[in-house]
Each structure stands twice: as C-alpha cells, then as structure tokens.
C-alpha cells in the first residue's frame, strides 16, 4: 500500500504563513511614524503644480541664477520626491525644496529652490 505525500508546501504552510506574518510585522513597525503625513503633503503638492512653475518662472529671471545655471529647465514629474514639502498645520502656507537645474555644462553646481507660498484670499 502507497502513501499520499502532500507536497512540502503544505506541510510548512503554518510555518511559512507565520514568517510571512511576522516579517510583515517587522517591516511596519519599522516605517517613521510620519510617512502617511509626508505621502499627503506629497499628493497635495503634486495636486497644485502651479506653485513651483511660477517660482520657477520668477527664478528664470533672476540674473544670478541666469549667470549660474543658464536657463532653467522645466521641472520633471520626479522632481518633489527629490526634494521635501512641507504644509502649515492651517494648510494655508507651503515650504517647497526642489532639485533645479540648467543649460549651463558645469558638472560640479548642484542647485536646489526653496520655495514658500502663502494662500491669501484663495489664491
């Protein structure tokens, strides 16, 4: 008379399912308490893209920067996950930093914008 053998993973589903469990675990718990927060600041400032188009458009002229960089490209989709953003605790005022960068061939010059905006009459 034949035995039925069960395949291995049946055996040790318990023992798989419980380190998957508390690998799982280990990992959440490991997160900074601050990263729902900071993933919410992200999604509203990508929701309000024209914040860092006109600061970037009042740094295109600016002469130093013009003399430093050149023109300014424009900024890429990826370019708030870069950087950091951060709201006031009233949601009516902004603190950007965002990576910029030129037309000029100069390999050592890393640049970033600091960007702050304040929402005055819902504008």
């Known amino acids: 008379m034949t035995s039925y053998k069960r395949p291995w993973y049946n055996l040790k589903r318990t023992w798989i399912m419980l380190f998957f469990l508390v690998f799982v ?3 959440i718990s490991t997160l ?7 993933i919410s600041y992200l999604t509203k400032a990508y929701s309000e893209p024209e914040i860092c188009e006109d600061a ?12 430093l960089l050149g023109n300014l490209e424009p900024l890429g989709t990826l ?6 953003v951060g709201y006031s605790q ?5 603190g950007i930093t965002i990576d ?3 037309d000029k061939p100069i390999k050592n010059i890393r640049s970033k914008m600091d960007v702050l ?4 009459n819902d504008k």
């Open 25 to 27: 675990g280990l990992l």
């Open 32 to 38: 900074p308490p601050e990263l729902s927060r900071n």
């Open 56 to 67: 970037l458009e009042i740094a295109k002229k600016d002469s130093t920067v013009l003399k």
């Open 79 to 84: 370019d708030l996950l870069n950087g950091s």
């Open 90 to 94: 009233s949601g009516d005022s902004v």
């Open 100 to 102: 910029v960068r030129g």
């Open 117 to 120: 905006a304040e929402n005055i």
